[in-house]
């Protein structure tokens, strides 16, 4: 066979290759070729570490004495954070970016930088038939939470954004924020509204946790839950059971975000224990999300942060004593990637290096939605 020949069959094989592929342009302006997926997602679990970065992971790692459910991830990759208006992204337009693939200014929800509205994967989702759900360990009108349910180019503009809960059909939210609903300074009770609208309104967490059908909002705090130190308890990993056992009676299929906020506050402190008891507690909502993929074909559960905060350095520790000194250059947000690890059905779409408004590219075209 003459050099000649070998050319031509490896061009015409790699044309075969390349017409059997997606080509899709990522944030960077790279070709990237895709192979399209061979089935459809029908859920997908979606947990946000608020301003979780590698070292709060690591020192996680570190102090624990039993292995954290990140080790379980084979598909990890790294997404970049900065906002349409700064290199260093506040909770609002990285919340946006996830939610909706766009980027938008800091301090704004759910819209565009000139403030029109975009429309959210659990908008998407609920449009397609699948049921929706949100949990956080914040009040569920704080930023993230608000990215994938609210448009508002103010994100402290709670009451505004607790109307926009009254817009959609979202099936479950678990969080605090009751006083943002009940006790409003324009008068308005949210709380009649959503009971009208067929909704299990609850406050107490046992009854939350018994409840496994229907609609349900779920107020565990008239505005943000406390610390998981100073007795906020097993509240995340039950709301997410929870969450899920609702949720998996829709026979298309479901999406659901859990958000374990208060990572982020331990970095805005600059307290390691409170970041690392956060960060412990996230984790078993993160096994809740992956005991429910093992029983459930179809199921993707994609774990991921915001942005990191802090800028949390480890300086020192020890494996054998499960301890880690830290230290932080900033009390706010800070720049650098944060990971993305995935496991289930999809999962391989998750690795490598992207952009954070490309999570939503992947959860849209997995789950086959136009």
Same mark, same amino acid.
């Given at each position: ?153 103010? !994100? ?10 009254? !817009? ?15 006790? !409003? ?17 609850? !406050? ?167």
């Amino acid at each position: 066979m003459t050099r000649t020949t070998i050319l031509i069959i490896s061009a015409l094989l790699f044309a075969g290759f390349n017409s059997c592929q997606n080509k899709t342009t990522d944030s960077a302006g790279e070709k990237q070729t895709t192979a399209a997926p061979s089935h459809k997602v029908e859920n997908i679990i979606l947990l946000i570490g608020d301003g979780m970065g590698l070292t709060q992971i690591s020192a996680g790692m570190t102090v624990s004495k039993e292995p954290l459910a990140f080790r379980k991830f084979k598909h990890i990759g790294l997404q970049t954070t900065n906002s349409a208006s700064d290199y260093i992204t506040d909770s609002g337009a990285s919340g946006t970016a996830l939610a909706t693939g766009q980027k938008t200014k800091n301090g704004m929800i759910g819209v565009d930088s000139n403030k029109n509205n975009l429309t959210s994967i659990l908008e998407i989702a609920e449009k397609n038939g699948l049921a929706t759900g949100l949990v956080s360990t914040s009040s569920i009108v704080h930023a993230t939470p608000a990215a994938f349910i609210a448009h508002n180019p103010v !994100r402290y503009d709670y009451e505004g954004i607790a109307l926009d809960f009254l !817009r959609t059909e979202i099936d479950v939210f678990i969080g605090g924020g009751y006083k943002s609903f009940a006790e !409003r300074e324009d008068g308005k009770n949210l709380i009649d509204s959503l009971r009208k609208d067929n909704y299990q309104v609850m !406050r107490d967490l046992e009854r939350i946790k018994n409840t496994t059908s229907g609609k349900l909002a779920g107020f565990t705090a008239e505005k943000h839950n406390p610390k998981f130190s100073e007795g906020r308890g097993n509240m995340l990993p039950v709301a997410t059971e929870t969450a899920l056992n609702i949720l998996d009676n829709n026979e298309k299929g479901f999406f659901l975000m859990i958000e374990g906020s208060q990572i982020d506050w331990g970095g805005h402190d600059n307290d390691a224990d409170y970041i690392l008891s956060e960060l412990m507690d996230f984790n078993n909502a993160v096994e809740k999300a992956l005991d429910f993929a093992r029983k459930n074909e179809n199921t993707l559960v994609i774990v991921t942060a915001d942005h990191e905060c802090g800028g949390m350095a480890i300086t020192g520790g020890s494996l054998e004593e499960h301890t880690i000194e830290a230290a932080f250059p900033t009390d706010y947000h800070t720049p650098v990637m944060v990971p993305v690890f995935a496991k289930g059905s999809g999962a391989e779409y998750f690795q490598g290096i992207y952009d954070n408004t490309d999570l939503f590219k992947k959860m849209k075209l997995l789950y086959g939605f136009e």
